[in-house]
């Protein structure tokens, strides 16, 4: 019986189903999808485009497991849609990883990189994908800014300080608590629309 061979983004037999889906699914040319941005993997075997001018959201993340998956001090990830990347070359040359599992089959959510060079492509989730600026062809000033970080995430996590001036969540960011040097209008707001769902909670009779 054919089956898929997943993990390195191969098949035996027909079209693998997950090619057929976004993020990997090639967009034809009536899509009328709009590259904006280049990208590749260190080796250049995987390319995308991006149709989406500037991400939903762009943040560093302090984790351990983005410490330990990246061999950096912290990550720098973009949102985006599925519907928003094109690969344009490397459907082959992908292979799954499943942290939580810690398998190589593909699993939602997971990290998936080029099986070549084994550069991190991006994290999929069940409904977005994070990418990584750094992969991406960034030409101007213009595009830079678009793609410039908007706050850390788990921060208390991190191994060196960056006193940027951004917002600094302790964990998951808009959930978690704003600490060390984040801007004091960002606190207050923060800790006004805490206060007014902790009013709305009483109100309705939840418990704290």
Request: proline share 6%.
């Amino acid at each position: 019986m054919a089956r898929n061979n997943q993990d390195r983004g191969e098949e035996t037999e027909g079209l693998s189903e997950w090619k057929q889906r976004a993020p990997y699914r090639v967009h034809e040319s009536n899509d009328k999808f709009k590259a904006l941005y280049e990208a590749n993997c260190h080796c250049g075997k995987v390319k995308y485009q991006l149709s989406r001018k500037e991400p939903l959201d762009s943040k560093l993340c302090h984790c351990t497991t983005c410490q330990t998956q990246h061999a950096a001090p912290f990550q720098w990830a973009a949102i985006f849609h599925k519907e928003d990347i094109n690969f344009s070359n490397g459907h082959h040359n992908l292979e799954w990883y499943d942290p939580t599992e810690k398998s190589v089959e593909h699993k939602l959510p997971c990290k998936v990189r080029c099986s070549f060079c084994h550069s991190p492509i991006m994290d999929e989730g069940r409904n977005m994908i994070l990418l990584f600026p750094s992969l991406i062809h960034l030409k101007d000033d213009e595009a830079k800014a678009n793609f410039k970080p908007r706050c850390h995430m788990f921060y208390g996590q991190r191994v060196m300080d960056i006193p940027d001036g951004l917002p600094k969540w302790s964990g998951i960011n808009n959930e978690s608590d704003l600490i060390e040097d984040s801007p004091p209008d960002v606190v207050r707001e923060f800790e006004r629309k805490r206060e007014e769902e902790r009013k709305k909670r009483f109100e309705k009779g939840e418990n704290e």
